[in-house]
């Protein structure tokens, strides 16, 4: 079984779109919406200054996916991660698949010279609460609060 973590390219927007479909189901926050979630990867790929899509592969195929936001921390006095979007397909979850794209994703902040990765998960996804928490994520005193703009 060959394993790849790269970065997206136009061709993979489709499949991940599909991914996001996946995630966006189990989220209670979020519901897919096609064409919005390829709006927002192509957001990404036009302008890398804002972040990057890593996408993990499994024998070619695309099969997880992390999106990687760039943005500035006043309390850090630098650049810090906003990590969002991670998933693996649910034919290749518990395979130690997301543990690798994470780990690839914090490797590749760190080089960035990023001192910080933020992260969102469902407070009621209890198996992605446990496997952040493995991987050294810590819970935060701040609270997520919320206003759409539309």
């Known amino acids: 079984m060959n394993i790849r973590i790269d970065f997206a390219t136009t061709a993979d927007l489709p499949q991940l779109a599909d991914l996001l479909s996946e995630l966006f189901a189990l989220e209670s926050d979020f519901t897919p919406e096609r064409d919005k979630q390829l709006r927002g990867l192509r957001l990404i790929l036009d302008e890398p200054q804002l972040g990057k899509l890593f996408v993990l592969r499994v024998d070619g195929k695309v099969a997880g996916m992390a999106n990687a936001l760039i943005t500035v921390s006043t309390a850090e006095g630098g650049k810090v991660l906003l990590l969002e979007d991670v998933i693996v397909s649910r034919a290749h979850r518990g395979g130690g698949y997301g543990r ?36 050294g994520f810590e819970g935060s005193h701040m609270t997520v609060l919320r206003k759409r703009l539309d």
């Open 100 to 135: 690798k794209l994470v780990e690839h994703v914090l490797a590749w902040a760190k080089r960035q010279g990023m001192t910080r990765v933020t992260l969102l998960a469902d407070r009621d996804n209890a198996p992605a609460l446990d496997f952040y928490r493995v991987l």
